[in-house]
Structures are given as C-alpha cells and as structure tokens.
C-alpha cells in the first residue's frame, strides 16, 4: 500500500507518495494517485518524513541534492530518461536533444520530452532542468510558469553560502 503526505511549499501544495521502500510520486496539488491513503504529519512513515523535510530544505535554497530512494513507475525508456536527468546539477539545464544523446538515443529527443512529460517525481527527478534546443521553456506538466520559477529559485540560490565551520577567537 502506498501512503501520501501533503506539504505546503512557496509553489502550493504538493503531495508526496511513497511505498514502504520508496519515494514513487511527487506531484503539485493535492490530488492522490489511485490506491494511496492520505497521511497526516504524525502517522507518516519515515521515508515521507524526510521526503517533506528534503524538500523544504530544497525550498529553503539549503538542498541541491535528494538522498530518498525513488521508484518512478514507467517504462524502461522513461526510466532511461529519467535517470539521465538526475544527473543535471542544480542550477543548470539541458535540452531535450542532450538527454537523447546522453542515452544513445540521438534522434529521440520527442520521446525524451514526452518521457518528461510523464516524470511522476517532480523535483527529486528534475525535469524542470529541460529546456528547448533555442533555450526557451517549453512543455511543464505542472505549467511553464512553475518550471520558470524553479529554475529562477536555482539560478538565485546556486551559489553556495558562506559558512565557517572554525571559530575564530580573537
């Protein structure tokens, strides 16, 4: 049995679906997929927990990498996709073409984009990082003006801060 936990982030609610073992949709909005019981904070597994707690640091501009296991139902060229997009860095962006390329799939970058399309792990497989070949946004399954967002919210945030780990005496 899946479980769903809803959060509330700077873009809304967003519900995250887990298995016992792992992450399997993460989706904008407060829909449920088919089969999963809704969660409240405290009866949320671990994994749920942690999920929400990456995520807000993500949205906090503290996270730049997810360590939840995930397992996004798919086929097995969508899954290709999908782990060829967990390995663009925060901040940065490809195109539909790259990814093709990345795969072996030189000519498939429709196909990369409706893999894209059909990402049920918005964020953690980041598939906001995709941009057209002329660099413009193209095609988001939760709107182009969230994909924009988070690619404003990386571009501001990539930096890292400064922290010091020593204390200084004087």
């Given at each position: 049995?899946k479980h769903?936990l809803?959060?509330?982030?700077?873009?809304?609610?967003?519900t995250?679906t887990?298995?016992?073992?792992?992450?399997?949709?993460?989706?904008?909005?407060?829909g449920?997929?088919?089969?999963?019981v809704?969660?409240?904070?405290?009866?949320a597994?671990?994994?749920?927990r942690?999920?929400?707690?990456?995520?807000?640091?993500?949205f906090?501009?503290?996270?730049r990498?997810?360590?939840?296991p995930?397992a996004?139902?798919?086929?097995?060229?969508q899954?290709?996709v999908?782990?060829?997009?967990?390995?663009?860095?925060?901040g940065?962006?490809?195109?539909?073409?790259?990814?093709?390329?990345?795969i072996?799939?030189d000519l498939?970058?429709?196909?990369?984009?409706?893999?894209?399309?059909?990402n049920?792990?918005?964020?953690?497989?980041?598939?906001?990082?995709?941009?057209?070949?002329?660099?413009?946004?193209?095609g988001?399954?939760?709107?182009?003006e969230?994909?924009?967002?988070?690619?404003?919210?990386?571009?501001?945030?990539r930096e890292?801060?400064?922290?010091s780990?020593h204390?200084?005496?004087?």
């Open positions: 049995m769903s809803q959060i509330n982030t700077p873009l809304g609610t967003m995250i887990a298995s016992p073992q792992a992450v399997t949709e993460v989706r904008f909005g407060e449920l997929p088919p089969g999963s809704l969660c409240s904070g405290e009866e597994s671990a994994l749920l942690q999920t929400a707690r990456e995520l807000g640091e993500y906090a501009g503290h996270r990498r997810f360590t939840v995930l996004p139902q798919g086929t097995a060229f899954k290709e999908w782990q060829a997009l967990q390995t663009i860095g925060y940065e962006t490809r195109t539909y073409q790259e990814i093709a390329r990345q072996g799939h498939a970058y429709r196909a990369v984009g409706m893999a894209n399309h059909r049920p792990i918005a964020i953690l497989i980041p598939c906001h990082r995709v941009i057209g070949r002329d660099g413009e946004l193209t988001y399954a939760a709107g182009l969230i994909k924009a967002w988070l690619l404003n919210f990386e571009r501001q945030t890292p801060a400064q922290e780990h204390m200084h005496c004087i």
